[in-house]
């Protein structure tokens, strides 16, 4: 997620301004590209037989299918899958509706959160055995929380099944970088794993890029996907954005922002980053700029979400069939 700001509400971009020098303020807005629609030339399933995908919009989620996630149900929708929201907390009973129950970027308070510490968990202890009981079942979880105070907000969550998050910003040290990456397989930053070789060689990724998140720890059976390149450090603010040379920062070496885990009969596909999942449009000081699948230099963006959807739902295991839960 890059955003500094909700739709409806401002953030001045004070960690971009020191990290990169600026002498003056800008302020961002972040929105879905309504004009995105992506077109899949071999779709995995035919139109509306797919997996039936669950989009979270209980928890305060700054991306939902009806926002910011618009995009990533588009191209879901377009490959064949049945995408709906889910607006009710997380029982056995609404997870069970669902063939892969997606997260991103839930957070305490929705829009009239601070983004402040200390971090209060999105999730109560019996959604968390919910979840965690589902997948072992047979579900699967597609769980992401970028940038603080989503990290914070998913901590618990993301404990029960042996990830810790770090509830900050992942920036390159010290060159003004910021937090905007591209995984490849070229530098070693991008895994060899079933998600990023696909069906087929068409299906085959190369890069990946990201848009400003958190880094996270695996427990030690998980599979990496998207390793955080040498150079970076995690930065941990009080309040989101604001930093200054007191900030507390830990090095974010051998850490990931992307990983795959099995879980019982079920699977976890955990990331770092939200933007990467969806097509954004934002405005700083006039300029309209795009993020996420629809940035020019994020062409395998598009095919890594469907990778990892395929993957979730057994599709890309040999000579299995998907069916339906």
Not at 9 to 22: D, H, K, Q, S
Request: with cysteine; charged share 20%.
């Amino acid at each position: 997620m890059k955003t500094r700001m909700y739709s409806t509400r401002l953030f001045i971009g004070v960690g971009i301004l020191l990290i990169a020098g600026c002498d003056s303020a800008t302020i961002d807005t972040q929105l879905g590209d309504i004009e995105y629609m992506p077109v899949v030339s071999a779709p995995a399933y035919a139109p509306d037989q797919g997996p039936v995908v669950l989009v979270d919009a209980a928890h305060g989620n700054f991306h939902t299918i009806d926002g910011r996630y618009g995009a990533f149900a588009r191209l879901l929708e377009a490959d064949g899958c049945v995408v709906r929201s889910a607006d009710d907390p997380a029982t056995r009973d609404l997870l069970d509706q669902a063939d892969v129950y997606v997260i991103s970027n839930a957070i305490k308070g929705g829009e009239d959160a601070e983004w402040v510490l200390p971090a209060v968990s999105a999730f109560t202890s019996d959604e968390i055995s919910a979840i965690r009981g589902w997948v072992e079942d047979g579900g699967a979880l597609l769980l992401i929380a970028d940038h603080m105070p989503m990290p914070g907000a998913t901590a618990d969550l993301a404990a029960a099944f042996g990830f810790v998050f770090y509830n900050g910003f992942a920036f390159r040290k010290g060159t003004g970088g910021g937090g905007l990456f591209t995984m490849s397989r070229a530098d070693g930053t991008l895994a060899d794993h079933p998600i990023t070789r696909g069906r087929n060689e068409s299906e085959r990724i190369e890069s990946v890029m990201i848009f400003t998140g958190q880094a996270f720890r695996p427990p030690d059976d998980a599979a990496p996907l998207l390793i955080v390149p040498p150079g970076v450090e995690i930065l941990l603010p009080s309040v989101a954005w604001e930093f200054s040379e007191r900030t507390p920062r830990v090095a974010a070496d051998g850490l990931l922002q992307g990983a795959a885990l099995r879980v019982g009969k079920g699977r976890i596909a955990v990331f770092g980053e939200a933007a990467m999942f969806t097509a954004q449009r934002g405005v700083e000081n006039g300029e309209v700029s795009l993020f996420g699948m629809n940035h020019p230099e994020a062409r395998d963006n598009e095919q890594f979400v469907l990778n990892v959807i395929h993957w979730l739902t057994g599709l890309l295991d040999p000579d299995q069939q998907f069916a339906r839960r």
